[in-house]
């Protein structure tokens, strides 16, 4: 009430100025008339904070990026746990590697799409950044298999540009899925289920081509 007070006192002439929304200590706020309408206004909250408009969503926008780094930051440690875990999975095939990496990433993103608490998006994190701690690694490991040790220079040079395109248009195929699920925790819905599909048949893989033992 009182930041609605403030924003009618200043914008009481205000049909002398431009009818776009402002934002007005906490609270949106359009000139109409002569005074002001306001759209929103923002709860309480701690000093320091800020806020932003959003004009193309429409919406006020917190600035404030300490919740998230503190929600994050022990999750984002699970990235040294996946090379520990590829580690262990070494005497593996690719294969199996990489339907493990897939397996982990594919269940931590699905956790972060089903996710209504902090804690759970947490928890799906932890999984997403234990498979990521695997990627790079496993990824090489089964990129070296495909070359000759003449060619694996050239190879590992096409690998690398072929990763780092893949990092600059993967928030372009994420924004599509996005669109197409609603929202985007349904866009990590989607991919962890794209990648636990991708897991499955890694595994099928991995059976089939399992050697045979040699018959008595």
């Known amino acids: 009430p009182g930041m609605a007070q403030e924003a009618m006192k200043l914008y009481a002439e205000a049909e002398k ?5 402002v934002v007005v200590g906490g609270s949106l706020v359009r000139p109409k008339g002569a005074g ?6 923002a709860p309480e909250k701690p000093a320091g ?8 969503r429409g919406v006020i926008v917190d600035l404030d990026t300490g919740a998230v780094t503190k929600a994050t930051a022990i999750p984002a440690l699970f990235i040294c746990v ?21 397996g982990f990433l594919g269940v931590g993103l699905a956790g972060i799409g089903l996710a209504h608490s902090v804690f759970a998006m947490q928890l799906g994190l932890a999984f997403q950044q ?26 590992m040079g096409v690998w690398s540009s072929a990763f780092f395109l893949g990092q600059a248009i993967s928030p ?4 599509r899925i996005a669109t197409g699920a609603g929202t985007m925790q349904g866009a990590f819905l989607v991919t962890g ?6 897991a499955l048949a890694g595994l099928l893989v991995a059976s089939r081509t399992q ?5 008595a």
């Not at 372009?172 to 924004?175: A, D, E, K």
């Not at 050697?211 to 018959?215: D, E, M, N, R, T």
């Open 17 to 21: 100025l431009d009818a776009k929304p």
């Open 36 to 41: 002001a309408e306001v759209l929103y206004s």
């Open 49 to 56: 904070r800020r806020t932003q408009y959003d004009s193309k």
């Open 82 to 102: 996946g090379s520990v875990v590829f580690r262990l999975m070494s005497r593996f095939g690719s294969a199996v590697q990489l339907a493990t990496m897939l």
């Open 130 to 155: 234990t498979g990521a701690g695997m990627a790079v690694p496993a990824l090489i490991a089964w990129a070296q298999t495909k070359f000759g040790f003449e060619h694996r220079g050239r190879g």
């Open 172 to 175: 372009q195929i994420v924004g």
């Open 193 to 198: 289920l794209i990648a636990l599909g991708a």
């Open 211 to 215: 050697p045979q033992p040699a018959a």
